[in-house]
Nanobody
Framework: QLQLVESGGDLVQPGGSLRLSCAAS????????IGWFRQAPGKEREGVSC????????HYADSVKGRFTISRDNARNTAYLQMNSLKPEDGAVYYC?????????????????????WGQGTQVTVSS
């Protein structure tokens, strides 16, 4: 059974950093683009960052460019989102997601929220 499990969410002060992890089980990530999405209370779920199955291309929402870095380790069947210089508006539930490479590009995955499977989410709170 395909499963995605996020971890690493926490309460952090503005300007701080967090590293989210997404561990896949029941399948291998090799044939999937991976994305991180977030949803704040009262807002729609938005694409934060997506990385292609090869890892050769990564896409970021304008609001996180230069602060967040997505990466993947196919050998560990895990993806990561390094978040630096966190702002209060970054606070949300962060979801890991995958899409088969043949279904859409990584950029489309993020921009159009083309997702095959979701994780359960991890809470990130940015507050002093």
């Amino acid at each position: 059974q395909l499963q995605l499990v996020e971890s690493g969410g926490d309460l952090v002060q503005p300007g701080g950093s967090l590293r989210l992890s997404c561990a896949a089980s029941g399948f291998t990530l090799d044939d999937y683009h991976i994305g991180w999405f977030r949803q704040a209370p009262g807002k729609e779920r938005e694409g934060v960052s997506c990385i292609s199955r090869s890892g050769s291309s990564a896409h970021y929402a304008d609001s996180v460019k230069g602060r967040f870095t997505i990466s993947r380790d196919n050998a560990r069947n895990t993806a990561y989102l390094q978040m630096n210089s966190l702002k209060p508006e970054d606070g949300a539930v962060y979801y890991c997601a995958v899409t088969p490479y043949w279904r859409a590009s990584a950029q489309t995955m993020c921009g159009n929220r083309v997702v095959g499977s979701w994780g359960q989410g991890t809470q990130v709170t940015v507050s002093s």
